[in-house]
Nanobody
Framework: QVQLVESGGGLVQTGGSLRLSCTASGYTFTPYAVAWFRQAPGEEHDLLAAISWDAITTYYADSAKSRFTVSRDNTKNMVYLQMNSLTPEDTAVYSC????????????????WGQGTQVTVSS
């Protein structure tokens, strides 16, 4: 099973940018679609973006469109989420998740999950 570790979170001011990284290990990463979710306190995991195993297909939730970009480098077992124009509403724990084959809108449908990285946007 793939193990996932996120990094790149932190504190940023409104309008700033962050690039999150998701590092995979433990298994061949290539066949897995990967998604980024975020969870604010007291809320469910919300799907932000997803990328197919071959990076040909991407998906963005409305909240991420035009501001976030998902990408991957299978040679490095890495998936990235570039986040621009951040606002306090983006404050949450951001997690990546991997699913063999295709992605899903539902957190529980994935095969592996990272522990998450905190993103805090100050006003």
């Amino acid at each position: 099973q793939v193990q996932l570790v996120e990094s790149g979170g932190g504190l940023v001011q409104t309008g700033g940018s962050l690039r999150l990284s998701c590092t995979a290990s433990g298994y061949t990463f290539t066949p897995y679609a990967v998604a980024w979710f975020r969870q604010a306190p007291g809320e469910e995991h919300d799907l932000l973006a997803a990328i197919s195993w071959d990076a040909i297909t991407t998906y963005y939730a409305d909240s991420a469109k035009s501001r976030f970009t998902v990408s991957r480098d299978n040679t490095k077992n890495m998936v990235y989420l570039q986040m621009n124009s951040l606002t306090p509403e983006d404050t949450a724990v951001y997690s990546c998740a991997a699913r063999y084959g295709g992605s899903s809108n539902t957190w529980a449908d994935f095969d592996s999950w990272g522990q998450g990285t905190q993103v805090t946007v100050s006003s």
